[in-house]
């Protein structure tokens, strides 16, 4: 017998593929500070946007990096924006991929949102270039 209780099969693949995405340290920093409150919310991110669309096979990784951190410079995401930058180490996104997509931002969303998600990114990779050396 099924226990309800128990991750679905979506859950589990969204699981593996944001922790292949994002790392184990940072998918296991948002596990531990989930409350009862956000729990939901990490279920149904994990399940819809990792276990759904990142787990699809018709674009790689890179291609929904790429096209992901187009969306969340356009929509002023900063957090989110600085995350998957980070993630480019696990998605196999160039610097120049990114710089790329920013270019396409500042097109077809503004150049203001471009030039704030280039000086995230350019923090980024200044912060994972330092950590590299140390």
Known sequence: MN???APSER???G???RRAVLGDS???RTQS????FDRPFQE???EAAWGH???RPTLSKRERSIVTIALLAALGQDDEVAMHVRATSNTGATRDDVCEALLHVAIYAGVPAANHAIKIAKQ???????????
């Open 44 to 46: 149904l991110i994990t």
């Open 11 to 13: 859950y589990l693949q």
């Open 3 to 5: 226990d309800p209780l």
């Open 33 to 36: 500070g989930s409350t009862d």
């Open 15 to 17: 699981m593996a593929t």
């Open 26 to 28: 940072h998918v296991d």
């Open 53 to 55: 669309v990142w787990s």
């Open 124 to 134: 980024v990779f200044e912060q994972m270039d330092a950590e590299e050396t140390a």
